[in-house]
Nanobody
Framework: QVQLVESGGGLVQAGGSLRLSCTASGRTFGTYAVGWFRQAPGKERELVAAISRAGGSIYHEESVKGRFTISRDNAKNTVYLQMNSLKPEDTAVYYC???????????????WGQGTQVTVSS
């Protein structure tokens, strides 16, 4: 069992930056692969980025490549999503989620945080 808490969301102007954090409690975080998802109003949830347990495998969704970077610090039980050059279309609730093995299938993510709102103004 692992509990996830996201932080770092907020309101930012287009072109600005935010860093989201996903901090875990409970079982050792390094035993889980982690993904960041987002869901905008009226849209389906989408996987934005994913990272394997030791960080050796990383995925970024095409629309965020070159702007967002996922990373992790297992000693701190935390996964980060650095978001640069933010655009209004990045506005969404961002969730982190954990699964036992690295992969991109959302259905395999077993544990979810409560989400943090990111709003990008034009």
């Amino acid at each position: 069992q692992v509990q996830l808490v996201e932080s770092g969301g907020g309101l930012v102007q287009a072109g600005g930056s935010l860093r989201l954090s996903c901090t875990a409690s409970g079982r050792t975080f390094g035993t889980y692969a982690v993904g960041w998802f987002r869901q905008a109003p009226g849209k389906e949830r989408e996987l934005v980025a994913a990272i394997s347990r030791a960080g050796g495998s990383i995925y970024h969704e095409e629309s965020v490549k070159g702007r967002f970077t996922i990373s992790r610090d297992n000693a701190k039980n935390t996964v980060y999503l650095q978001m640069n050059s933010l655009k209004p279309e990045d506005t969404a609730v961002y969730y982190c989620a954990a699964r036992l093995y690295y992969g991109l299938d959302a259905d395999e993510y077993r544990y979810w945080g409560q989400g943090t709102q990111v709003t990008v103004s034009s």
